[in-house]
């Protein structure tokens, strides 16, 4: 039974409703603890949960198929939440050629898993909390695995030691001892993730459209290439690159991300999680003015064609050497502008806006870029 008032939500005859099970009950398909994985035009059309959930696991592509309507059915849902989901994976993830449409989440979402240090019970022994109820469950650390260190108010990664054993005390606490003794700034409050679990990534020549959330979110300290592909109507930001300790507790900062050749139409039709421009860089972090260095860094975003209405292409926080060049922007009216400067920056250095066009013709200048704790000899412009 609905509780809504729909006409006051903008609902009207002929539009469609869908109900969907909050609490994601199953995924569709399963990969876990499996090497050198590939699917070949495969194709899910409908799940509860995550359409693809990928853990534990090395290698994996997928080459075609996707997540989508299947033909002749009316239907507009596909997947409860991501079409395809990486947590605690290593090696390379390729993704290419694939339709991912309908789902309620991203289309992918790469991340590690961080616990929350509880307690420091000796010199080599931590006491930790999965702290997401999602998040319970997954086989984080094994011995022999190396751990690092995260400072949870800030977000700076820290140095590794080796698991010598983690053993769980419950369903939602383990205990874990290292090798090596702990560094002595490791405190309640902080977050452990497994430094040897970070996967590549290639999402290429994919299609990306009428969803919920985001069209795709990447946290991984290793190289992501995000090439040729269409976001179209995705209902948030088109590319994610996130990063916390304190809510998904979904790890991996960026160090090396590539975005170009791709097409963007329309996207943040609606607001949602970390959804504050096109390209959203949103690492979560506490307390961002006592950082010493920067969470996200190299960041290339070029050769890209925006056909979007009047929103932010660009936020980041605590991102250094970020790029924005060559690019095309054509503005259309086709939704209600937010009136807000293309670019939004909050503590974050070396950045560079070179050779874009746009349409109707106009030329950026620091005038059209928000600063937050960046100074404006950060921000470079040319062509």
Excluded at 95 to 102: C, I, P, S
Excluded at 217 to 243: C, K, M, Q, Y
Excluded at 333 to 358: H, S, Y
């Amino acid at each position: 039974r609905l509780s809504w008032n729909l006409r006051q939500k903008g609902i009207k005859p002929g539009d469609t409703l869908v109900l969907r099970n909050y609490n994601r009950p199953h995924p569709g398909c399963v990969v876990y603890r499996a090497r050198k994985t590939s699917l070949n035009d495969v194709s899910l059309h409908q799940s509860s949960g995550m359409a693809l959930l990928v853990q534990r696991s090395e290698d994996f592509r997928m080459k075609g198929g996707g997540v989508m309507v299947r033909k002749g059915t009316g239907r507009v849902h596909t997947a409860g939440a991501d079409a395809t989901h990486f947590s605690n994976t290593r090696g390379g993830i390729v993704v290419e050629k694939a339709l991912f449409e309908g789902m309620m989440d991203d289309a992918i979402n790469v991340h590690s898993t961080c616990l929350g240090v509880m307690e420091v019970v000796d010199s080599h022994t931590l006491k930790c909390k999965y702290m997401h109820r999602q998040a319970v469950g997954f086989e984080v650390f094994l011995p022999g695995e190396k751990i690092r260190f995260i400072n949870g108010p800030t977000l700076e990664p820290g140095r590794t030691a080796t698991v010598k054993t983690a053993v769980k005390k419950n369903s939602a606490e383990m205990v874990i001892t290292v090798e090596e003794p702990l560094p002595s700034s490791v405190r309640a409050g902080d977050a452990v993730e497994n430094a040897d679990f970070y996967p590549s990534v290639v999402f290429r020549n994919n299609i990306v459209r009428n969803n919920r959330a985001r069209g795709s979110l990447f946290t991984t300290p290793e190289r992501v290439l995000v090439e040729g592909n269409l976001f179209d109507h995705s209902s948030g930001s088109a590319i994610l690159l996130a990063g916390d300790a304190q809510g998904w507790y979904e790890s991996g900062a960026c160090h090396e991300v590539v975005i170009r050749k791709n097409t963007f139409i329309n996207n943040l039709t609606s607001r949602y999680q970390f959804t504050n421009a096109i390209i959203s860089i949103y690492p979560e972090v506490k307390q961002l003015d006592k950082q010493r260095d920067y969470y996200h860094r190299n960041v290339l975003i070029e050769n890209n064609v925006f056909k979007t209405f009047d929103v932010p292409l660009l936020f980041a926080i605590s991102t250094d050497n970020l790029k924005f060049i060559n690019n095309k922007v054509i503005y259309n009216d086709e939704f209600k502008g937010w009136g807000q400067k293309p670019f939004q920056f909050r503590r974050c250095a070396n950045i560079l806006i070179k050779d874009n066009k746009v349409l109707p013709p106009r030329t950026w200048t620091l005038e059209d870029c928000k600063l937050e704790n960046t100074p404006s000899d950060q921000v470079r412009f040319g062509g």
